[in-house]
């Protein structure tokens, strides 16, 4: 059978998807572009994290059905979850798999008996590149932000057991991939279903042979504690390089928003990481515009905060999406969209800025770049150990390898 994949949304769900098809190539399955007429069935990995990535889910379904309407559509992900009674309704979907499902997806594809369904976490790790991959480490949430409908697409926060990451990751190495990016919902949440700790997790893949560096890919400020910077920053495999959701600069949004912490503390721990770490650590910021009641005012004290204070490296910016059921969609004075359109426009233009005073500020440092791809113009590209990218002539013996740099 040939099987093709469309995947939406967030590393996770490429990381689940690279299972799939792993999966089903162990089965005897061939996997073959979305777009290809020689498809014989789909797989789609969908997204619910706004309401465009909903709607984009149900139009990339009957798209496929409309190119090959002879081929069953199996549907899983977040939108999956939280829209399923919809989307099994969709003309061409043969099945959808929730959060509690995820292991059955293959196996119904192939046609196998089906395992015993005990609804917990679904590991898995991407394995489409060759210099980095994305491992799963943890799932769902119990924060419950009043904005955020991925607690209840995913489910409550919970864990996959470092011995079980350690084997993953020895996979991963085993395939030549020297770097490994921790992906999860709530990352820094690790342990809460096995009673480990996310730094005891940290310091068992340290120890891995093969794997030559880790970034983290996202960790709430409270969550990543004084002593995990302590035990990076004494000389380990892991980047300074730090994914940290902020939401908004001003306090009394955070507040609003549920989040559990306030500006001066989230300063205060990026102040801590630069001690430690030096001024070089990339920081990328995720901030939500358009919050309900967030006036201009709010705004400028974030752009303030991020410009003045934090200066990130990069901004990751989203406009606030009303999402059903969550408390935020009852909120009063709701943000027009035209607002959020300039807001979000503002912001980026913050993070050209602050992204081009950080590369600058890296001039002529040494670092070590992994190379990674052969783009345009005879060039590869590599990031450094702080994500900085960096263009050399492409040599294919280089692909793969770390290499120091000046910048």
């Known amino acids: 059978m ?36 020689r498809a014989e069935a789909f797989v789609v990995n969908t997204c619910s994290v706004t309401e465009h990535s909903d709607k984009k889910s149900r139009n990339i379904i009957r798209k496929l059905h409309r190119s090959v309407p002879g081929a069953p559509i199996y549907v899983t992900g977040c939108s999956a979850e939280l829209r399923r009674t919809e989307i099994e309704a969709i003309e061409g979907v043969k099945a959808v798999f929730g959060a509690g499902e995820k292991s059955l997806l293959a196996p119904t594809v192939l046609g196998q008996e089906l395992p015993a369904q005990t609804g917990d976490i679904f590991p898995a790790y991407s394995s489409g590149e060759r210099t980095r991959s994305f491992l799963k480490v943890q799932d769902g949430c119990t924060f419950k932000c009043n904005y955020c409908t991925v607690p209840y697409a995913r489910g409550e926060s919970r864990n996959i057991p470092i011995c079980e990451c350690v084997r993953q990751a020895r996979e991963i190495a085993a395939c030549g991939i020297k770097e490994i990016v921790l992906t999860g919902v709530n990352t820094g949440d690790f342990g809460r279903t096995t009673g480990e700790s996310f730094l005891d997790l940290l310091k068992a893949l340290d120890k891995v042979e093969g794997i030559c560096r880790y970034r983290i890919s996202s960790i709430e400020p409270n969550l990543l504690t004084e002593e995990i910077v302590d035990w990076i920053a004494s000389g380990t495999k892991f980047l300074p390089h730090f994914h940290i959701p902020l939401q908004s600069g001003c306090d ?25 770490m030096g001024t070089g650590v990339f920081f990328g910021i995720d901030v939500i515009v358009g919050f309900p009641g967030e006036t201009d005012e709010d705004f400028e004290s974030t752009c303030a905060f991020l410009r003045d204070r934090v200066k990130p490296a990069f901004i990751h910016v989203f406009p606030y999406s009303r999402r059903p059921g969550t408390p935020a969609a009852q909120y009063p004075n709701q943000v027009q969209d035209s607002v959020k359109t300039r807001r979000v426009a503002a912001l980026e233009e913050l993070c050209g800025d602050l992204h081009s005073a950080f590369v600058q500020s890296q001039k002529g440092t040494a670092h070590k770049v992994l190379f990674e791809s052969r783009t345009a113009g005879g060039m590869m590209k590599g990031y450094t150990d702080n994500y900085i990218e960096v263009q050399r002539p492409y040599d294919k013996d280089k692909v793969g390898n770390i290499e120091e740099v000046i910048l």
Request: glycine fraction near 6%; include cysteine.
């Open 2 to 37: 040939n099987v093709a994949f469309v995947t939406l949304g967030c590393k996770l769900n490429y990381a689940e998807t690279s299972t799939y098809e792993r999966a089903l190539l162990q089965g005897g399955a061939h996997i073959v572009p979305w777009n290809s007429s």
């Open 252 to 276: 009394d949004v955070l507040h609003r928003m549920g989040r559990r912490y306030d500006t001066a503390a989230f300063a205060a721990k990026i102040d801590y990481i630069r001690s430690k």
